[in-house]
């Protein structure tokens, strides 16, 4: 209960010399809330287990499980992972709150500008949006969002997941289960034959998932779905790298967009000041250009952050853009032609943030690397 109040998205349970310490992730950190006595770590551990479905006589292998419960009338999913460690099993909770609000795609950190793009983007009735970026950078919220964006009564929403993050109204959602043989590929093929407008397919990881999602595209469907790289334009690479021919990929591809999580300077002690001369000059920033930061308070626990908000970079993959992958482009060309058309990267859009003091130059610079 703690945990969630604090909008904590994982629990650390570590057992070390002596103790048990307790740590909370909220918005990307992780903080320190308890250490427990040693001799709790055994009996904490094996309820966890057992809630999970878990063996608690293996303690030497890692295990994987979930628990399903009820907090202050709050559906709770909670994925469990355990991992032998020095002084015991280390034991990870992952929090998902099936019940929580999805943001709107204006809530999530579009400019206006970039979300009038994005809105026309995924207006279409066929083909693939990607988004993309590393594990934890929001993909699946603004996929969710999406969707959320899409719903009407006259659409047949489905979704394979791993697993289902989120309940939505009048959208059928499954999840993949690989010991009974349901991957993202085989409930894919299923899907197909239930008579979809939109398909949100969790990860596409194989070549499998990757060209029956294609297929799909192509025979009228607007397929939703994930990638891991580092940009938007590296999702063409890596389509391509699982081996979708690259003629597909600029068929079928709508829009690819990258994001990234910067967390939210806390608005009730933000304070603004005047950044040094020469990185702004580093930044290509007029010289009154202000920074803000968070001074820390009771409200944001001292940290100077509360809450996150997306960096996006938006591929819009026009005609031009289908000429340079089909011709098998180096990344380097496509981006250079879609900034030139003015796509703004993850740098540009945190930077904008930063201006405006949403966020700080130096969240922006642990997310981009840059």
Same mark, same amino acid.
């Given at each position: 209960?703690?945990?969630?109040? &604090?909008?904590?998205?994982?629990?650390?349970? &570590?057992?070390?010399?002596?103790?048990?310490?307790?740590?909370?992730?909220?918005?990307?950190?992780?903080?320190?809330?308890?250490?427990?006595?040693?001799?709790?770590?055994?009996?904490?551990?094996?309820?966890?287990?057992?809630? =999970?479905?878990?063996?608690?006589?293996?303690?030497?292998?890692?295990?994987?499980?979930?628990?399903?419960?009820?907090?202050?009338?709050?559906? @709770?999913?909670?994925?469990?992972?355990?991992?032998?460690?020095?002084?015991?099993? *280390?034991?990870?909770?992952?929090?998902?709150?099936? /019940?929580?609000?999805?943001?709107?795609?204006?809530?999530?950190?579009?400019?206006?500008?970039?979300?009038?793009?994005?809105?026309?983007?995924?207006?279409?009735?066929?083909? #693939?949006?990607? =988004?993309?970026?590393?594990?934890?950078?929001?993909?699946?919220?603004?996929?969710?969002?999406?969707?959320?964006?899409?719903?009407? /009564?006259?659409? *047949?929403?489905?979704?394979?997941?791993?697993?289902?993050?989120?309940?939505?109204?009048?959208?059928?959602?499954?999840?993949?289960?690989?010991?009974?043989?349901?991957?993202?590929?085989?409930?894919?093929? =299923? #899907?197909?034959?239930?008579?979809?407008?939109?398909?949100?397919?969790?990860?596409?990881?194989?070549? &499998?998932?990757?060209?029956?999602?294609?297929?799909?595209?192509?025979?009228?469907?607007? @397929?939703?779905?994930?990638?891991? /790289? *580092?940009?938007?334009?590296? =999702?063409?690479?890596?389509?391509?790298? #699982?081996? @979708?021919?690259?003629?597909?990929?600029?068929?079928?591809?709508?829009?690819?967009?990258?994001?990234?999580? @910067?967390?939210?300077?806390?608005?009730?002690?933000? *304070?603004?000041?005047?950044?040094?001369?020469?990185?702004?000059?580093?930044?290509?920033?007029?010289?009154?250009?202000?920074?803000?930061?968070?001074?820390?308070?009771?409200?944001?626990?001292?940290?100077?952050?509360?809450?996150?908000?997306?960096?996006?970079?938006?591929?819009?993959?026009?005609?031009? #853009?289908?000429?340079?992958?089909?011709?098998?482009?180096?990344?380097?060309?496509?981006?250079?032609?879609?900034?030139?058309?003015?796509?703004?990267?993850?740098?540009?859009?945190?930077?904008?943030?930063?201006?405006?003091?949403?966020?700080?130059?130096?969240?922006?610079?642990?997310?981009?690397? &840059?």
């Amino acid at each position: 209960a703690q945990a969630m109040l &604090e909008g904590a998205s994982d629990i650390h349970l &570590e057992p070390k010399r002596g103790f048990m310490a307790v740590r909370f992730r909220i918005d990307g950190f992780l903080y320190n809330r308890h250490r427990l006595p040693m001799k709790l770590t055994a009996p904490i551990t094996s309820r966890i287990k057992i809630m =999970s479905g878990l063996d608690i006589s293996k303690k030497k292998i890692p295990q994987d499980g979930r628990i399903g419960i009820v907090i202050r009338d709050k559906s @709770v999913d909670i994925r469990t992972s355990t991992f032998p460690s020095m002084y015991g099993e *280390n034991v990870v909770l992952r929090v998902l709150d099936k /019940t929580r609000g999805i943001p709107t795609l204006s809530e999530l950190g579009f400019f206006d500008e970039d979300l009038k793009i994005f809105k026309e983007m995924i207006k279409t009735t066929r083909g #693939i949006i990607l =988004s993309t970026g590393p594990t934890g950078s929001g993909k699946t919220t603004t996929i969710y969002s999406t969707i959320n964006t899409l719903n009407k /009564t006259d659409k *047949n929403i489905m979704t394979i997941e791993d697993p289902i993050e989120y309940e939505i109204e009048d959208v059928v959602a499954s999840q993949v289960d690989p010991k009974a043989g349901v991957t993202f590929a085989t409930a894919l093929r =299923s #899907i197909l034959r239930q008579d979809p407008d939109i398909i949100y397919v969790g990860e596409i990881r194989d070549l &499998e998932t990757a060209e029956i999602s294609v297929r799909a595209a192509l025979t009228g469907h607007l @397929v939703l779905s994930t990638l891991h /790289t *580092n940009d938007a334009v590296g =999702s063409v690479t890596r389509l391509s790298d #699982i081996g @979708v021919e690259t003629s597909l990929i600029a068929s079928v591809l709508n829009c690819a967009f990258a994001q990234r999580l @910067v967390r939210r300077i806390c608005t009730r002690c933000s *304070n603004a000041y005047q950044p040094d001369e020469s990185l702004l000059k580093k930044l290509r920033l007029p010289l009154d250009t202000k920074f803000y930061k968070g001074q820390g308070c009771e409200f944001c626990a001292g940290i100077g952050y509360k809450g996150r908000v997306g960096l996006f970079e938006i591929l819009v993959i026009d005609r031009d #853009i289908r000429r340079l992958i089909a011709k098998q482009a180096p990344e380097a060309e496509i981006m250079q032609t879609a900034r030139a058309k003015g796509m703004k990267t993850l740098l540009q859009d945190g930077l904008q943030k930063v201006r405006k003091g949403i966020t700080t130059l130096e969240e922006v610079k642990r997310v981009t690397r &840059e």
